[in-house]
């Protein structure tokens, strides 16, 4: 009989990935979490995993050989963590476990930054697959290139996203400490995760330990204009520096030798786009995926991808195939005169681009997005400012204000920037935007609805769909 590991907050992105891969190498392989929601209860449950909702102690038994502890709402006094620790239990975390079990002796690639992690995982992933390479990868988000979001692969590489959240419990380091990559992404830095970083000086912090672990004929692929890695960078680097951005910048440290890359000739409707290395058109990338962000993970997939030896032209022929990633403004209805998005939407920044991104495609269409701001640092009222602005590109906004939420989101509804009602109730909500849909129908123009929010949202993506005609 395999060995039996169970992953406690299997639900979770990474959690999840990692009991995919676990179940992949042949271990017995169940686990639990408060609440597990697609898309990663439907890649558990298609990789015959076997999971529970709940913390009870009697899932611990028979006791397996080893426990997998994840970081989210499992501290000291989670009923499941005191049974492990009262029974002397062997446990680790997850980030521990894939550095140890996976990733030793791989070439692995890693993307880091507060924003694009899991798209510019997939786009490397699905670069590196084409290529013919069979990577493994442990994507934070369900690829729509592949089948599930995570797999060994049978070659040298590996394609990780690199949070920086903390570890576990018993250890604050940030994750992605325990992944020792040879080729690392910086996509951008901001403050984020104020429930465990005091400020961003913290987080720069723990991208500098990232920095420590990468060999010196490792590379770096920073971006061209941002002074919070570029300070990271200033803290200590020892390996080559690539920059990606829109223009060139003037080399700020000696180890800024690897090229720059850029956006050339974008698309009125950012669908396509040439890309430039140190002003040579290598390329154009065509396809459906929105916003300059989006160009931008592109540019560092490519960059990533050549350092692990794939052909410019190849990469881009990829990512001329690349689908996207569930919940990153995916389409979930849309007719002559209405359409429904749903975005994972963790950021004030990413709602700025992801709505920028789709003002650039319409035009002068009607956006409303609906924003549940329930990340913890958007819950706990951190970036409170940064909210009244960031639904600029929208014509209206409405907030939905949860149960997690611990300040009032009045304030944010009178000071936004476009007009915004408030809703705390699911069936309200549903409503509202049902008659947003009868009455574009009723008018022939075309109304665009973003929902925006990290979690289930109250199941109310279903009840649309199941009323839309």
């Known amino acids: 009989m395999s060995e039996h590991i169970y992953f406690l907050g299997i639900g979770g992105t990474l959690m999840g990935s990692l009991a995919q891969l676990a179940k992949e190498i042949g271990f017995t392989v169940t686990g639990s979490d408060r609440i597990i929601y697609p898309p990663m209860s439907d890649l558990l449950e298609q990789a015959g995993i076997e999971v529970f909702e709940g913390f009870a102690a009697s899932q611990l038994e028979p006791a397996p050989d080893l426990v997998v502890i994840g970081n989210a709402d499992l501290p000291r006094g989670n009923e499941a963590v005191e049974t492990i620790l009262e029974a002397g239990l062997p446990y680790t975390s997850g980030a521990q476990w894939l550095g140890d079990t996976v990733l030793q002796d791989r070439w692995v690639i890693a993307v880091a930054g507060t924003h694009g992690k899991t798209t510019t995982t997939s786009m490397i992933a699905w670069i590196l697959d084409q290529a013919g390479l069979n990577p493994g990868y442990l994507i934070g988000g369900a690829p729509l290139n592949f089948q599930k979001s995570a797999r060994l692969g049978d070659s040298p590489f590996f394609v990780v996203e690199a949070d920086e959240y903390d570890t576990s419990y018993f250890d604050r380091r940030s994750k992605f400490v325990h992944y020792r990559p040879r080729t690392v992404i910086l996509n951008n830095l901001e403050y984020d995760h104020a429930d465990i970083f ?79 290395l140190e002003d040579q058109v290598e390329g154009r990338v065509s396809w459906s995926l929105l916003g300059q962000h989006n160009q931008h993970n592109a540019l560092n997939a490519i960059a990533a991808a050549r350092h692990a030896g794939v052909p410019i032209n190849e990469s881009i022929n990829a990512l001329n195939t690349f689908k996207g990633v569930k919940r990153r403004l995916e389409i979930l209805y849309d007719s002559a005169t209405f359409a429904l998005y749903d975005d994972f939407a963790h950021h004030p920044t990413a709602i700025r681009k992801t709505l920028e991104g789709l003002r650039q495609a319409v035009g002068n269409e009607e956006i409303a997005a609906v924003i549940e701001p329930r990340t913890h640092t958007m819950s706990l009222g951190t970036l409170r400012n940064e909210l009244t602005t960031c639904c600029a590109a929208a014509d209206r906004v409405v907030w939905f204000r949860a149960e997690n939420i611990k300040w009032d989101l009045t304030e944010i509804q009178q000071s936004c920037v476009v007009p915004a009602k408030l809703y705390d109730k699911h069936d309200l909500l549903i409503n509202a935007i049902l008659g947003d849909a009868e009455e574009a129908a009723n008018s022939g123009k075309k109304r665009h609805v973003v929902i925006m929010s990290n979690g289930a949202f109250g199941g109310i993506y279903q009840r649309l769909l199941d009323a839309l005609p």
């Not at 005091?198 to 941002?226: C, E, M, W, Y």
């Not at 223009?247 to 430039?276: E, M, Q, R, Y």
Request: hydrophobic residues 40%; charged residues 20%.
């Open 198 to 276: 005091p400020d961003v000086k913290a987080i720069q912090t723990q991208f500098h330990n990232l920095l420590r672990t990468v060999p010196k004929s490792g590379q770096i692929l920073a971006p061209s204009a941002d002074h919070h890695i570029d300070e990271v960078l200033a803290m200590g680097c020892w390996s080559e520096i690539a920059r990606i951005g829109a223009s060139k910048a003037k080399k700020s440290l000696h180890l800024d030798t690897g090229g720059h890359w850029s956006i050339g000739n974008p698309a009125p409707d950012g669908c396509s786009f040439d890309v430039v």
